[in-house]
């Protein structure tokens, strides 16, 4: 598998309060990585980094050449009257730029050819992206979830929290991104829910990393990263591992101390 992304924190802080300190990560191509740790510890600081809403800090954070990368929200602030299916649209990679070009070119770019250049190019990476069905299959997703089309079609801030939640699975599902990082994506969801997207989690062939408290969800990833003392702690497996190895690391610790 190839790498998706490499990330080398030497330093982050917020406030003068120091988050990582010489902190290491890679993810693998499909892999399935849980990041854990107590509130307030960094976790949602460290998606920061990678997702580049966060600059402030002293290291390197590469994402593969080409790879694109999506990120789910806790809050949707100033996004109340945007509809679902545009909020979706929007957050794709690539797709808002690409639309623009499709939409707008053909009555101004007449005989310059650079823009008839990238207008062709524009098509043809719509097409590779499968976009050109995306929100028909948006609308389709959402009904799955008992979502019906005139709710995806209405305001975001209609929404229950549960309801937000799967607008969020559905753009990440819908992405064709490398990369997706998910905060807490089970959080307000009912059972059936919770099982459909866990059940996406272990088929999709996209890498995720996901920030989680469910137990649920942390039995079906590959790595489980902890951040913890400023550090991030590796452990191979799901969650039943995570104990064994962290039960086995106490353990030495206390007969080493």
């Known amino acids: 598998m190839a790498t998706v992304l490499n990330l080398e924190i030497e330093r982050k802080a917020r ?14 191509d499909g892999e399935k990585v849980a990041l854990i740790g107590r509130n307030g510890a ?3 600081t460290l998606f920061g980094l990678i997702d580049g809403s966060d600059d402030d800090y002293r290291g390197t954070v590469r994402l593969r050449k080409g790879a694109t990368l999506i990120a789910t929200r806790q809050e949707h602030n100033g996004l109340g009257d945007v509809s679902c299916l545009d909020y979706i649209l929007s957050d794709l990679p690539h797709y808002a730029q690409l639309h623009h070009i499709i939409e707008t070119y053909p009555a101004t770019m007449g005989e310059d050819m650079a823009k008839i250049e990238e207008y062709s ?9 499968d976009y050109y ?3 028909e299959r948006v609308i389709r997703n959402l009904e799955a979830y008992q979502l019906p089309e005139a709710k ?17 699975l559905v753009k990440v599902t819908q992405s064709q991104a490398d990369l997706a990082l998910l905060d807490e994506p089970t959080n307000h969801m009912d059972a059936a829910g919770k099982a459909a997207f866990i059940e996406w989690l ?12 469910d137990r649920d969800v942390l039995q079906v990833v590959d790595r489980i990263i ?3 003392d400023k550090q991030l702690d590796i452990f191979k497996g799901n969650y039943d591992a995570y104990l064994k190895q962290n039960s086995s690391s106490t353990t030495s610790d206390v007969a080493q101390y």
Do not use: Y
């Open 226 to 228: 902890e951040l913890k």
């Open 133 to 135: 069905t995306v929100e």
């Open 152 to 168: 995806v079609r209405g305001k975001l801030s209609d929404l229950s929290g549960g309801q937000k939640r799967f607008v969020e």
């Open 15 to 28: 406030n003068s309060r120091e988050l990582l300190v010489d902190s290491q990560l890679t993810i693998q």
């Open 121 to 129: 190019h524009a098509l043809e990476r719509f097409g590779e992206l």
């Open 42 to 44: 960094g976790k949602s």
């Open 202 to 213: 272990k088929q999709t062939p996209l890498a995720v990393m996901v920030i989680s408290h």
